[in-house]
């Protein structure tokens, strides 16, 4: 990847855009929030929290692995997790000439995840706690170097491991990992179609860095140094033998039950494109903003694949749900909206003569009609002040994609095969009905009523997730929607929460990606490391799993993450540290991703790491990636900024990070006091300046719930669309249609150029005065930089507002 913002003499790239020469193979990364703890000797850097987010960057280094986390561990064997909202998936990084672009896939993969990558390793792994002799007598499964703790999925931020304890645990360097379980990559993983072996002592999996014992198929854990057996399945007569089992050979495999026992399995390839999608519309709109919703759902219907099963609902003082069994008129069943459905009332709608779920092949034309037939807002009631029964009309939604439950049917429940998606359509708060907040601020009792809607939304997100439903929620217009009240009902969801200007085309175009998006259920993550390194802290997607809701082994002291949804845009932040001075040559992390892909496979993704262990900090720093290092300490800083005050607080501890860092690592300036930055690391200040200045800390974006909006998506993102929200990479046009990638700074906005600056969630076109009094020059210059942002942002979620200036 390119870094967007190196600043080295000379430095420049450049890009001829065209959307013909789009990698056929994309790449894509996945988001993450917890509270987090750190060690007692930490200086005076705040403790992080939790929380999440996404975007995608270039960088100048080349980074070896991805991915983010949501949670936190402290010293005790509980974690103490917490979790933000669902994540957003994104951008590309410009490469050089030939391939300018890097982009993740248009299309949901069939697998929720899949990696392809592995990392050198020159040398059999060195157990600390195992005996010498049976060190010795164990060959490791393949003695030649072997791709060493490499993985698409899994991003260090340094590529080695500093052994003493007191120099690796600066907390205002840290060391940790981005690990992206959905991510999806070309080459696809090893696909292993048994169950995997797994150490009988601490559960962990056997993998290429397991030393064999070849006559007796023996294996030892890389994690705790026990020896276990493979029922015969290892033996071998060489090492070379060995080579044809994935797991021995690739740092990344996964793992398909063959005996699928749930009884919702549908084996058939389409089965993720039935999967309902339920819209929820608010019918309080003034007329404008109408009309754009119009449009943008008449072309979200035709995006649509022909089998995908699509539900119209609308709410505002009561529920209205449409029927697609009438072909010539928009009908519905109408359902009061002050309070919680009634069994009755929901029986006489799912049993009735109507159709509330139907095929877009069977319902497009119904569907067109219904949007036609939508009408403005007519009382002269302001936007704010209108009553939206925006929980009731979600509770409609679950009960239609549910179908009959256990109390309708003689204890038979059914349950969808895929994972569901609810999109609400939202112009306004919820001010009516269940999970509801008073029209008015100055309500005598507004802070409880937000706090008892706030509980009941967060009630109600839960409720989706355990019926396999994502929530997404879309919000539009100038009235402001309450997102404190609003955020946790897509979060525990594992949905997405975005705020649009208006129902126009970013709007339009998130509906479209919202919808597409593939997403898996049922997630566990699994982190396992060697016994010298400690997890301190997990921000991302997910929370602590229920000892019940996973297996548990002997002496397992794993991590685990219960994740809200498996999704291509998601990412975990694990921050780690050394629990004591390391004496071996490697550490071991292994990641065990658990969860049920778009077709209701079981899939284990297993994905190893070994990193070298190193007395030199020099060589240490020379291993950190920077883009890396500044997402980590980005997302751990952004867990305590949730509030304006909170993240004028974490402006501070940014600089005085920085200022310890080079306390620590730098080097003494010549007769002077002042030390001088280590230049291993001299991109990461740069990256922490933009972070400082910029939407997520800064005064950029004038109102808190657009700041709260972003926060939550930069906890739970990719490392890719994370790196962009942090430091904006700024490309500018030349003659001829190339594009010339600069630092980010003031001095590349010249009066006779165009500028490219791609921020993520928002990608602005800036015309210098000179060649705007142009006009068949800048007419050029635009349209190049317009296609430009759209092959940048082209698979992004969600869709940035693309952005022209003069």
């Given at each position: 990847?390119?870094?967007?913002?190196?600043?080295?003499?000379?430095?420049?790239?450049?890009?001829?855009?065209?959307?013909?020469?789009?990698?056929?193979?994309?790449?894509?990364?996945a988001m993450s929030p917890a509270p987090p703890t750190i060690s007692s000797g930490a200086p005076r850097f705040p403790p992080p929290i939790s929380q999440q987010d996404q975007i995608p960057?270039?960088?100048?280094?080349?980074?070896?692995?991805?991915?983010?986390?949501?949670?936190?561990?402290?010293?005790?064997?509980?974690?103490?997790?917490?979790?933000?909202?669902?994540?957003?998936?994104?951008?590309?990084?410009?490469?050089?000439?030939?391939?300018?672009?890097?982009?993740?896939?248009?299309?949901?993969?069939?697998?929720?995840?899949?990696?392809?990558?592995?990392?050198?390793?020159?040398?059999?792994?060195?157990?600390?706690?195992?005996?010498?002799?049976?060190?010795?007598?164990?060959?490791?499964?393949?003695?030649?170097?072997?791709?060493?703790?490499?993985?698409?999925?899994?991003?260090?931020?340094?590529?080695?491991?500093?052994?003493?304890?007191?120099?690796?645990?600066?907390?205002?360097?840290?060391?940790?990992?981005?690990?992206?379980?959905?991510?999806?990559?070309?080459?696809?993983?090893?696909?292993?179609?048994?169950?995997?072996?797994?150490?009988?002592?601490?559960?962990?999996?056997?993998?290429?860095?397991?030393?064999?014992?070849?006559?007796?198929?023996?294996?030892?854990?890389?994690?705790?140094?026990?020896?276990?057996?493979?029922?015969?399945?290892?033996?071998?007569?060489?090492?070379?033998?060995?080579?044809?089992?994935?797991?021995?050979?690739?740092?990344?495999?996964?793992?398909?039950?063959?005996?699928?026992?749930?009884?919702?399995?549908?084996?058939?390839?389409?089965?993720?494109?039935?999967?309902?999608?339920?819209?929820?519309?608010?019918?309080?709109?003034?007329?404008?903003?109408?009309?754009?919703?119009?449009?943008?759902?008449?072309?979200?219907?035709?995006?649509?694949?022909?089998?995908?099963?699509?539900?119209?609902?609308?709410?505002?003082?009561?529920?209205?749900?449409?029927?697609?069994?009438?072909?010539?008129?928009?009908?519905?069943?109408?359902?009061?909206?002050?309070?919680?459905?009634?069994?009755?009332?929901?029986?006489?709608?799912?049993?009735?003569?109507?159709?509330?779920?139907?095929?877009?092949?069977?319902?497009?034309?119904?569907?067109?009609?219904?949007?036609?037939?939508?009408?403005?807002?007519?009382?002269?009631?302001?936007?704010?002040?209108?009553?939206?029964?925006?929980?009731?009309?979600?509770?409609?939604?679950?009960?239609?994609?549910?179908?009959?439950?256990?109390?309708?049917?003689?204890?038979?429940?059914?349950?969808?095969?895929?994972?569901?998606?609810?999109?609400?359509?939202?112009?306004?708060?919820?001010?009516?009905?269940?999970?509801?907040?008073?029209?008015?601020?100055?309500?005598?009792?507004?802070?409880?009523?937000?706090?008892?809607?706030?509980?009941?939304?967060?009630?109600?997100?839960?409720?989706?997730?355990?019926?396999?439903?994502?929530?997404?929620?879309?919000?539009?217009?100038?009235?402001?929607?309450?997102?404190?009240v609003l955020q946790p009902l897509a979060k525990a969801s594992g949905g997405a929460f975005v705020l649009h200007d208006d129902f126009g085309e970013a709007f339009g175009m998130n509906l479209?990606?919202?919808?597409?998006?593939?997403?898996?259920?049922?997630?566990?993550?699994?982190?396992?490391?060697?016994?010298?390194?400690?997890?301190?802290?997990?921000?991302?997607?997910?929370?602590?799993?229920?000892?019940?809701?996973?297996?548990?082994?002997?002496?397992?002291?794993?991590?685990?993450?219960?994740?809200?949804?498996?999704?291509?845009?998601?990412?975990?932040?694990?921050?780690?540290?050394?629990?004591?001075?390391?004496?071996?040559?490697?550490?071991?992390?292994?990641?065990?991703?658990?969860?049920?892909?778009?077709?209701?496979?079981?899939?284990?993704?297993?994905?190893?790491?070994?990193?070298?262990?190193?007395?030199?900090?020099?060589?240490?720093?020379?291993?950190?990636?920077?883009?890396?290092?500044?997402?980590?300490?980005?997302?751990?800083?952004?867990?305590?900024?949730?509030?304006?005050?909170?993240?004028?607080?974490?402006?501070?501890?940014?600089?005085?990070?920085?200022?310890?860092?080079?306390?620590?690592?730098?080097?003494?300036?010549?007769?002077?006091?002042?030390?001088?930055?280590?230049?291993?690391?001299?991109?990461?200040?740069?990256?922490?300046?933009?972070?400082?200045?910029?939407?997520?800390?800064?005064?950029?974006?004038?109102?808190?719930?657009?700041?709260?909006?972003?926060?939550?998506?930069?906890?739970?993102?990719?490392?890719?669309?994370?790196?962009?929200?942090?430091?904006?990479?700024?490309?500018?046009?030349?003659?001829?249609?190339?594009?010339?990638?600069?630092?980010?700074?003031?001095?590349?906005?010249?009066?006779?150029?165009?500028?490219?600056?791609?921020h993520g969630t928002d990608v602005f076109i800036w015309l210098g005065a000179e060649l705007a009094a142009d006009e068949g020059r800048s007419a050029a210059a635009v349209a190049a930089c317009?296609?430009?942002?759209?092959?940048?942002?082209?698979?992004?979620?969600?869709?940035?507002?693309?952005?022209?200036?003069?």
């Open positions: 990847m390119a870094s967007p913002t190196q600043a080295s003499p000379g430095y420049s790239r450049t890009i001829t855009p065209q959307m013909d020469s789009l990698s056929s193979k994309p790449d894509q990364s960057s270039p960088s100048i280094k080349l980074p070896t692995m991805l991915s983010p986390a949501n949670g936190v561990k402290t010293g005790s064997s509980v974690p103490h997790m917490s979790t933000p909202p669902g994540p957003p998936v994104f951008a590309s990084p410009v490469r050089p000439a030939a391939v300018p672009f890097r982009t993740s896939p248009a299309t949901p993969q069939p697998v929720a995840f899949s990696s392809a990558s592995s990392l050198p390793t020159s040398s059999p792994p060195y157990f600390s706690n195992g005996s010498v002799e049976l060190q010795q007598q164990l060959p490791s499964a393949i003695e030649e170097p072997v791709p060493d703790g490499k993985s698409p999925c899994v991003l260090f931020s340094a590529h080695k491991v500093l052994k003493h304890k007191k120099q690796a645990n600066v907390p205002s360097l840290g060391f940790g990992v981005l690990v992206s379980p959905g991510r999806d990559t070309s080459p696809g993983p090893q696909v292993i179609q048994r169950d995997p072996h797994r150490c009988h002592d601490c559960g962990a999996y056997s993998n290429l860095y397991s030393n064999i014992l070849i006559g007796s198929g023996q294996w030892q854990c890389v994690i705790c140094g026990n020896l276990n057996g493979s029922e015969g399945e290892y033996i071998a007569l060489s090492k070379e033998e060995l080579r044809n089992f994935p797991e021995l050979s690739s740092p990344l495999v996964d793992f398909i039950q063959t005996g699928n026992k749930r009884p919702s399995f549908v084996p058939v390839t389409d089965s993720r494109t039935s999967a309902p999608v339920v819209l929820v519309i608010d019918e309080c709109l003034d007329e404008q903003h109408l009309q754009y919703l119009q449009s943008s759902l008449h072309a979200f219907v035709d995006s649509l694949p022909p089998t995908t099963r699509i539900g119209i609902i609308l709410y505002g003082r009561a529920v209205s749900v449409y029927d697609f069994s009438e072909e010539s008129i928009a009908s519905a069943e109408v359902i009061p909206g002050g309070a919680s459905p009634t069994q009755e009332a929901l029986k006489a709608l799912i049993y009735g003569t109507g159709i509330s779920l139907s095929p877009m092949h069977a319902s497009k034309e119904v569907a067109h009609l219904i949007f036609s037939s939508l009408r403005p807002y007519r009382l002269n009631v302001p936007e704010a002040s209108r009553d939206r029964c925006l929980g009731t009309a979600v509770e409609v939604a679950l009960a239609i994609i549910q179908g009959p439950s256990a109390d309708f049917s003689r204890g038979v429940v059914k349950r969808p095969g895929v994972n569901s998606r609810i999109i609400v359509c939202a112009g306004g708060p919820n001010t009516y009905g269940p999970g509801s907040v008073p029209h008015s601020y100055t309500h005598p009792n507004y802070p409880h009523k937000e706090k008892t809607a706030i509980k009941w939304m967060e009630h109600l997100g839960r409720e989706a997730h355990q019926q396999n439903t994502v929530i997404d929620i879309l919000c539009a217009g100038t009235c402001p929607v309450r997102v404190p479209q990606r919202a919808s597409a998006r593939a997403a898996g259920s049922h997630g566990l993550l699994e982190i396992r490391c060697s016994d010298d390194i400690l997890v301190t802290q997990v921000v991302g997607p997910g929370e602590e799993a229920h000892i019940e809701n996973h297996e548990t082994f002997k002496n397992d002291l794993s991590l685990c993450i219960r994740m809200l949804s498996v999704e291509e845009t998601q990412c975990f932040s694990i921050s780690m540290e050394n629990r004591h001075d390391i004496k071996s040559d490697f550490v071991f992390f292994q990641f065990a991703i658990q969860y049920s892909n778009v077709y209701q496979a079981d899939i284990t993704r297993v994905i190893t790491i070994r990193l070298p262990t190193v007395d030199s900090v020099p060589e240490y720093l020379q291993s950190v990636e920077d883009e890396v290092a500044a997402v980590l300490i980005a997302k751990r800083t952004l867990l305590g900024a949730k509030s304006h005050s909170d993240a004028i607080d974490m402006r501070t501890t940014i600089d005085e990070r920085v200022k310890d860092i080079a306390l620590k690592f730098g080097s003494q300036v010549p007769k002077s006091k002042l030390r001088r930055f280590p230049k291993e690391i001299s991109l990461l200040p740069e990256f922490l300046f933009h972070l400082r200045r910029g939407p997520l800390l800064g005064n950029i974006i004038g109102h808190e719930d657009e700041r709260s909006v972003l926060r939550n998506l930069f906890l739970n993102a990719s490392f890719d669309l994370s790196l962009r929200m942090v430091a904006p990479r700024c490309l500018m046009h030349r003659e001829g249609g190339t594009f010339e990638e600069l630092p980010a700074y003031d001095l590349v906005m010249q009066s006779d150029t165009a500028v490219v600056l791609d317009k296609t430009l942002a759209e092959e940048l942002t082209e698979l992004r979620f969600p869709a940035p507002r693309i952005l022209a200036f003069k």
